[in-house]
């Protein structure tokens, strides 16, 4: 079974939000633009979305469905706290473990394009939202204080609390940060979950679509701070940047033998008809940088179109710090974090330096059943050899190689490396328990949803490597078959292979 | 039952070192010979014994080490680095000395030099460390039946080394060497990124062949900052286009001694037996040593199956992996090369390196259930029974000698 967020079709939900978006371009002149939350950088404090209807309004289901679109340009999901005002009463929703459901729309119309999704609560209390999460987050109001419940017949504000940064409970050692998020809002409604937590009965509470920014009051936690963030009317140019990131989320991933694309660095076909300079950047703005200052760009190289140049540049080097310095980004397409099936990842990578490069390729799984984005890489317990296959597409030669840690890149080399997920490990460090990563590949079971490209600056400084076409391969292969031709080789597995 | 026993031979003929001189018209030092090229009379010195004899004897000043051998028949030719003048190393060499087998035991003619150094250019600094397999190659027009992988530099040193071929119609014929070029070429800077370091490099060529042809295994050892052993699939049919096929890296599965993050089979020879499809390794197991020279100390055979060359476990997994080395038969250390009858060398050798195991011409196993594993040893510096006036003369007292396991 493929391994999923979004897996299973929801029979019998009925939809009545106001400003229902996606099901192609037709509809974007006409669509009511939503609210747009922005914060394009690092908030200093925790910010908190306030919608308050006139009066009470009177409600008769059983929870409350949210309908959002998040493009967030760090974390994999945004951690966000939600509660209500029944009454004079706040509720809030601050489970620390489980999940919520949630209705995730593709794009298409009618129920074909809607399904279920299930999203974590972390330990901290907060909802994790996925990365180009867009659709109803379903909140029980059985939820409600810790699983302890209320009764809500009416509701007379909601309140979404976006976290300024947090130490969640995911496996990685780096502080996750809410950066440059961009939080659309759609609608609020009061709905009736069936048994099988099918909604029915959409009760608006309030519908953004069309509506003006200040029906959204913004604020700092912080006593007397001001909000770093803004709301403000979704553009057209918005609404295309939505669309363009929904269809490329729900489009399949490229293929060439017996490769699956997950990361070609160029602009996804759905972005094709735009072409506007903001399209680009929303594109471009996936990668994030972490540890010493580095420098990338996505220009033309690699494989064929663009790739990605990672560079360490020495003048900026930092001695205060760990020489570590990474370039991460989360998987735009859905389909590239389905990696049942796969042997292994592979990627095209060019050295133009005379002496050897090196550079890691961390991968991290969304724990569906843990909530936990735990990472792997070739760094585990006794920094064991690792080994690597190498096609040089220059010399045709193939070859397999011991590395550690990080991979290792010969010089001049120009072509493919493969990496076999028997190598990868958990990090010692994670599978302790504070950070509780199980350390078992399961691909069928979770999703790989990001990608981590660390260097070491003492190894590696003034030195840039080009990275293309990240993918997946699915083929069992030789090292050259001139002694042995039953399997085939890298380079028939990539020219001529398939994805069984 | 394992057991280890040495196979006596250079006592056999030459039991008295001291006495050991004339016969033959070996190169300078060579053999029993104490004459040198010059024709002038170098004065024969002993070796530190303390252990078992070498399989042949010559005087200190000249290193006999990193032997390989193929037998045809009842002829053995062994492959192994001397100098070919007294204390200089600078004037190393590949020799063979041609083995025939009487009276239960291998005697060893004279000296003849295979491969020198170039005048110039990548072997120009040394050369050391050959192997030879049969088959059918042919380069510059020429035929050739016997193909020879041995280690070279540019580099009076011996460090970043590396692999070139040569060829000859007789195993213990004149040796043309491959074009100008090494066949494995290494450069410390590419493995390391000052670029200032040195490596030994491409060392340790062991050939087995494929298919009695020129497709043939290139074993070799690439030691940089990491220390991994290869298998590279070559065709040599034609010398003047080679096909180049996959170079792989080669696991250590098995291997317990060597920590978790060295993958090397230090000093590995490799050999085939097709009957068991086994991959044998003779390798060296153990270095304590603190004192020059820093070698090892024991050496061993190891077997895996050959797929062990093709071993990928793909896919996520928590399987233990599917092929592996075993270790078979005993270490040769000091107390088994311990001499079994003279109460004067009933310690063995310290410094015991550079193994290899006799095979038939394609790299293939004699027989199977037992194999005569070659092997160097050498004084340490400072041993008081070294010449006072040399500080060097450890340098140059490496011996070879033989001992049968069986499993």
Redesign the interface.
């Known amino acids: 079974m493929k391994a999923k967020i979004v897996s299973v079709l929801l029979a019998a939900s009925v939809l009545t939000g106001a400003c229902v978006w996606g099901g192609g371009a037709a509809a974007s002149a006409e669509a009511a633009l939503p609210l747009v939350y922005e914060a394009e950088g690092k908030l200093t404090e925790s910010e908190r979305l306030t919608y308050a209807p006139t009066g009470e309004t009177s409600v008769s289901g059983n929870a409350l469905s949210v309908k959002v679109f998040l493009k967030n340009t760090y974390n994999y999901g945004l951690p966000v706290s939600f509660s209500v005002t029944s009454g004079d009463r706040e509720y809030t929703w601050n489970k620390k473990t489980g999940t919520a459901s949630g209705i995730r729309y593709d794009g298409a119309e009618g129920e074909n394009g809607k399904a279920a999704a299930a999203l974590q609560w972390n330990a901290m209390g907060f909802l994790e939202i996925p990365y180009l999460f867009y659709g109803e987050i379903l909140l029980p109001f059985a939820d409600l204080e810790n699983g302890a419940g209320a009764e809500i017949t009416s509701v007379s504000e909601v309140f979404v609390g976006i976290t300024a940064s947090i130490n969640s409970n995911f496996a990685s050692g780096d502080t996750w940060t809410a950066d440059g998020i961009s939080l659309y809002l759609f609608d609020v409604s009061c709905v009736t979950l069936d048994d099988d937590g099918n909604p029915s009965g959409y009760e608006e509470i309030a519908d953004f679509c069309g509506g003006d920014a200040d029906d959204v009051r913004l604020s700092a936690d912080a006593e007397n701070a001001e909000p770093e963030g803004t709301m403000r009317t979704a553009t057209e140019e918005d609404y295309a940047v939505f669309e363009a990131f929904n269809a490329a989320y729900n489009a399949a991933c490229a293929t060439a033998g017996d490769m699956k694309i997950i990361e070609n660095f160029e602009a996804d076909e759905a972005f094709s008809g735009i072409g506007s300079e903001r399209v680009a950047s929303e594109l471009y703005d996936k990668f994030y940088l972490s540890g010493q200052l580095s420098d990338y760009s996505v220009a033309a190289g690699g494989v064929e179109g663009n790739a990605l140049h990672y560079n360490l540049d020495s003048s900026v080097y930092d001695a205060g710090k760990n020489s570590y310095a990474g370039v991460h980004f989360n998987f735009a397409k859905e389909d590239a974090t389905d990696w049942s099936g796969a042997k292994g990842i592979t990627v095209y990578v060019e050295n133009t330096a005379d002496y050897l490069v090196s550079f890691a390729l961390e991968i991290f799984q969304y724990n569906l059943e843990t909530g936990l984005l735990e990472q792997y890489n070739l760094n585990d317990v006794g920094q064991r050899y690792k080994t690597v296959y190498a096609y040089n597409v220059e010399t045709g030669e193939e070859f397999s190689y011991h590395t550690q840690t990080f991979t290792r890149v010969p010089a001049g080399f120009k072509g493919w490396i493969r990496i076999p997920f028997s190598q990868y490990a958990a990090p010692a460090w994670s599978t302790s328990p504070t950070y509780g990563n199980e350390g078992v590949l399961d691909f069928d079971k979770n999703p790989v949803v990001k990608i981590s490209i660390t260097r070491l600056f003492n190894a590696n400084q003034d030195t840039e490597i080009v990275l293309d076409d990240i993918a997946l391969y699915y083929s069992d292969f030789g090292v050259g078959s001139l002694f042995d031709d039953s399997r085939p080789s890298i380079r028939e597995c990539i020219e001529s292979g398939s994805i069984a | 039952m394992k057991k280890i026993f040495c196979v006596l031979l250079a006592g056999l003929f030459c039991g008295a070192l001291a006495g050991c001189g004339g016969g033959g018209t070996s190169e300078s030092g060579g053999g029993n010979s104490n004459s040198s090229g010059g024709g002038s009379q170098e004065t024969f010195e002993d070796k530190i014994f303390d252990g078992i004899d070498a399989v042949f004897d010559e005087s200190l000043g000249y290193y006999n080490a990193y032997p390989s051998a193929i037998q045809e028949g009842a002829t053995r030719y062994l492959y192994y680095t001397r100098n070919t003048a007294k204390y200089d190393g600078t004037t190393s060499s590949i020799a063979v000395r041609v083995g025939t087998y009487s009276g239960g035991a291998w005697t060893y003619g004279e000296p003849k030099t295979c491969i020198a150094v170039s005048e110039s250019g990548w072997d120009s600094g040394r050369v050391f460390m050959a192997d030879v397999v049969k088959g059918t190659f042919s380069y510059g027009g020429e035929s050739y039946s016997y193909l020879m992988a041995y280690s070279g530099t540019d580099r009076a040193d011996g460090n970043d080394a590396d692999i070139g071929l040569a060829v000859a119609k007789t195993p213990d014929g004149e040796w043309v060497k491959v074009g100008t070029q090494p066949l494995v070429t290494f450069?410390s800077?590419?493995?390391?990124?000052v670029?200032l370091s040195w490596y030994p490099g491409a060392i340790e060529p062991s050939l087995v062949s494929?298919d009695e042809g020129g497709?043939v295994y290139l074993f070799y050892e690439e030691s940089e900052v990491?220390k991994?052993n290869?298998a590279w699939?070559?065709?040599l049919s034609d010398l003047n286009n080679i096909?180049?096929?996959?170079?792989?890296?080669i696991?250590?599965t098995g291997v317990s001694d060597l920590g978790?993050?060295?993958?090397l089979l230090y000093g590995g020879d490799f050999v085939y037996d097709p009957d068991s499809d086994y991959l044998f390794a003779a390798r060296e197991s153990r270095t304590t040593a603190t004192a020059n020279p820093i070698v090892a100390d024991e050496v061993q055979v190891l077997r895996s199956s050959m797929d062990i060359l093709?071993e990928?476990?793909?896919?996520?997994?928590?399987e233990e992996p599917r092929v592996w080395w075993e270790e078979i038969g005993d270490s040769i250390d000091a107390g088994a090369t311990a001499h079994p009858t003279d109460d004067t060398r009933i310690f063995g050798y310290t410094r015991i390196f550079s193994p290899c195991i006799v095979n038939d011409p394609y790299g293939r196993l004699l027989e199977y259930g037992s194999l005569e594993l070659l092997f160097t040893t050498q004084a340490n510096e400072g041993d008081e029974r070294l010449p006072a006036d040399r500080e060097d003369a450890y340098e140059y007292s490496q011996m070879i000698h033989s001992m049968v396991i069986t499993y």
């Open positions: 450069n800077s590419e493995w390391d990124t670029g494929f497709k990491f991994s290869y699939e070559l065709d096909v180049k096929g996959g170079r792989k890296v696991e250590r978790t993050s060295n993958p093709d990928i476990v793909q896919g996520p997994t928590q």
